[in-house]
């Protein structure tokens, strides 16, 4: 191996690599993890819209009764509109594997 003006030894050169395979899986963890929360908040955001359309429809019923009472939805049994903005969040779960994984990575050096 050449000289590039940085003595690094054998081993700080494997723990480097050690460590930057661990930091490229946790990136990918973490960006799987956006994802799956960003497609549940799209979700949530649908469903919200949905709502609020039904809502609206029932407080203005549009003039032609006929189609518009075959194709409407009883609400009642889905979750009620002031409800949806409160939504949490549990990644402690994740949070706890990922902190463990990051813990055991320390571990082995």
């Given at each position: 191996m050449a000289d590039s003006g940085c003595p690094?030894?054998?081993s700080e050169l494997s723990a480097l690599l050690k460590e930057q395979r661990q930091l490229k899986a946790t990136e990918t963890r973490l960006k799987s993890m956006i994802d799956k929360i960003n497609n549940h908040l799209n979700q949530l955001l649908v469903e919200e819209l949905q709502l609020k359309s039904r809502e609206l429809d029932h407080q203005y019923p549009s003039s032609s009764a006929g189609p518009a009472m075959k194709t409407s939805i009883k609400?009642?049994?889905?979750?009620?509109?002031?409800?949806i903005n409160q939504q949490e969040l549990n990644l402690?779960?994740?949070?706890?594997?990922?902190?463990?994984s990051l813990e055991e990575s320390e571990e082995d050096e």
């Amino acid at each position: 191996m050449a000289d590039s003006g940085c003595p690094v030894s054998k081993s700080e050169l494997s723990a480097l690599l050690k460590e930057q395979r661990q930091l490229k899986a946790t990136e990918t963890r973490l960006k799987s993890m956006i994802d799956k929360i960003n497609n549940h908040l799209n979700q949530l955001l649908v469903e919200e819209l949905q709502l609020k359309s039904r809502e609206l429809d029932h407080q203005y019923p549009s003039s032609s009764a006929g189609p518009a009472m075959k194709t409407s939805i009883k609400t009642e049994s889905l979750v009620p509109s002031d409800e949806i903005n409160q939504q949490e969040l549990n990644l402690n779960i994740q949070h706890t594997k990922l902190m463990k994984s990051l813990e055991e990575s320390e571990e082995d050096e």
